[in-house]
């Protein structure tokens, strides 16, 4: 079993993910939301860590510094690389669907990235099981999606939905499969809706997880070309994204979308 070689090259030659959580407005909403959901529901320091599909490390470095014995694994060797200069964690290869490590040897398993990477269902059940195999009894996994509905308000606030052909187009991959065209300029995906998500879990034998919108629905503003980057916008985001984190009409309006289960 072995990654897609588009996902590798996606990340070696064509995008830089070391910048994606600090590059604009947008990346550090998603940023702060996940380290507070994080610390909202990993288990005390310091607390094992298995960050699957870590890539270069910025979560992992974080939690490494709030005083967690992390390991970080990742398919991409450049984002091993980059990893392994935040220095504080081990960095090894590593796929999500087969992972190397003991039953039951850490505390919490993080997906953050993986799941949207694995076009296949059984794919992600594949790695979901995985993650529930190697958290012990008592301990949590949490991962993160794209929402279905991103392209849709990705699009929109970009102002990149005034043909009948962007619409149509974009109207067919939401109802249809959720597996992303690369020819959009990302690499082999899937987006999820909140119903696939639970039922992948349960699925996996983790149960009906609690699930949580990101970055909230104020994102697509910070998305926009006709906004500056700014700082108050992303405070209004933050506290927008708090108050519609559960709501159920409203996690799909975020761009990822988090799952939270007790092995
Ligand atoms: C968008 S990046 C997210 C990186 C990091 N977790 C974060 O949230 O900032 C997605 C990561 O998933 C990794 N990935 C893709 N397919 C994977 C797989 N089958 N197993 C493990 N990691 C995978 C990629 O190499 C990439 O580093």
Do not use: K
Request: charged residues 25%; hydrophobic residues 45%; proline residues 6%.
């Amino acid at each position: 079993m072995s990654v897609q070689s588009e996902i590798i090259e996606f990340y070696t030659d064509a995008y830089d993910e070391s910048m994606r959580l600090q590059r604009n407005a947008r990346g550090r909403v998603e940023r702060l939301r996940t380290l507070e959901l994080l610390a909202r529901h990993l288990p005390p320091t310091p607390a094992r860590v298995l960050d699957i599909g870590g890539g270069p490390g910025v979560y992992a470095a974080e939690l490494a510094a709030r005083g967690h014995e992390v390991t970080l694994l990742d398919p991409v060797p450049l984002h091993r690389s980059q990893a392994a200069r935040h220095g504080g964690f081990t960095v090894a290869d590593g796929d999500a669907r087969s992972l190397e490590q003991a039953d039951a040897s850490c505390d919490a398993a993080l997906l953050l990235g993986p799941l949207y990477h694995l076009p296949e269902r059984s794919d992600r059940i594949a790695a979901l099981r995985e993650a529930r195999r190697v958290v012990r009894p008592g301990g949590v996994v949490l991962s993160a999606v794209i929402s279905r509905h991103s392209p849709l308000l990705h699009l929109s606030a970009l102002g990149r939905l005034t043909t009948d052909e962007a619409a149509e187009n974009l109207a067919a991959e939401l109802a249809e499969s959720g597996v992303n065209d690369p020819e959009t300029g990302f690499t082999v995906a899937y987006f999820h809706t909140v119903a696939e998500l639970r039922s992948e879990y349960r699925d996996a034998g983790l149960g009906d997880p609690r699930v949580y919108g990101i970055e909230g629905p104020l994102w697509p503003l910070l998305a926009s070309e006709l906004v500056e980057d700014r700082e108050d916008l992303v405070t209004a985001a933050l506290r927008a994204a708090r108050a519609a984190e559960q709501d159920p009409a409203l996690i799909a309006s975020s761009a990822h979308i988090m799952a939270v289960a007790t092995v």
